[in-house]
């Protein structure tokens, strides 16, 4: 990826188990982005987290950003099979409006 | 109206064809982007536009031509393509190009586009 990688690849759970999906990047940057995206479909937008936050909410979502290591984090709590879809991390670099996704975790949420 | 719409939702040319895939959103967004997505790889930006004027290009080969004819619309030209450029093209829209206000990209369903 041009801008960083997501860990793991692929990940399994049970519904109502918790899912983190890693990312990290390689430049600095003004924001970071979660996207999730059904198979074949568009992006949806999930949580957008500035450089100068650590950490974000949003429903069952909480993203942390460390910019020191260059990485942030998705933990989706009590995940349920509607879950089930790829997460990519985008970030913002240097210009404006030029955003780089994160290779993506394929997350798989079983009833 | 917070939706981005993209036509066709599938095509399918030749090498020879010329085509073009249609954005459109209705949000008063000034920035507005063309994505490829090959199959199980993040979407790879490869134009952006704002407030209608090219602002950047991905280094993407001349058989792929962006027109922005006004603030709604987005056009993606395809000629001469190739079998390698088949893949889902994504647009997606964001309020402002500026750069204190960093905004939420919108993102359209996608075109499927095969190439033969």
């Known amino acids: 990826s041009q801008q960083g990688e997501e860990d793991p690849q692929a990940l399994s759970i049970q519904e109502g188990e918790n899912a983190t999906m890693n990312c990290s990047y390689k430049?600095?940057?003004?924001?970071l982005q979660w996207y999730r995206q059904n198979s074949g479909r568009g992006l949806v937008h999930l949580i957008l987290?500035?450089?100068?936050?650590r950490e974000k909410h949003s429903g069952r979502l909480r993203v942390t950003l460390d910019t020191s290591k260059k990485s942030s984090s998705l933990l989706i709590t009590a995940s349920r099979a509607a879950d089930t879809a790829s997460y990519f991390c985008?970030?913002?670099?240097?210009?404006?409006?030029?955003?780089?996704f994160g290779s993506g975790t394929k997350l798989n949420v079983k009833p | 109206d917070t939706e981005v719409t993209q036509t066709p939702k599938h095509l399918v040319m030749g090498m020879t064809n010329k085509k073009s895939l249609k954005c459109e959103q209705h949000?008063?967004?000034?920035?507005m982007y063309w994505y490829k997505q090959k199959a199980k790889k993040p979407p790879e930006l490869m134009f952006v536009?704002?407030?209608?004027?090219?602002?950047i290009n991905e280094s993407v080969p001349s058989r792929f031509s962006p027109e922005c004819p006004n603030s709604s619309l987005l056009n993606l030209h395809l000629h001469a393509l190739q079998p390698e450029d088949s893949a889902l093209y994504l647009c997606?829209?964001?309020?402002?190009?500026?750069?204190?206000?960093?905004?939420?990209?919108?993102f359209g369903p996608g075109t499927r586009l095969t190439v033969l």
């Open positions: 536009y704002s407030y209608e004027k090219l602002s």
């Open positions: 949000m008063g967004h000034r920035a």
């Open positions: 987290i500035r450089s100068n936050e």
């Open positions: 430049t600095s940057i003004n924001n």
């Open positions: 985008a970030t913002e670099v240097a210009n404006f409006n030029k955003f780089y």
């Open positions: 997606a829209s964001s309020l402002s190009p500026d750069r204190l206000n960093t905004d939420t990209q919108y």
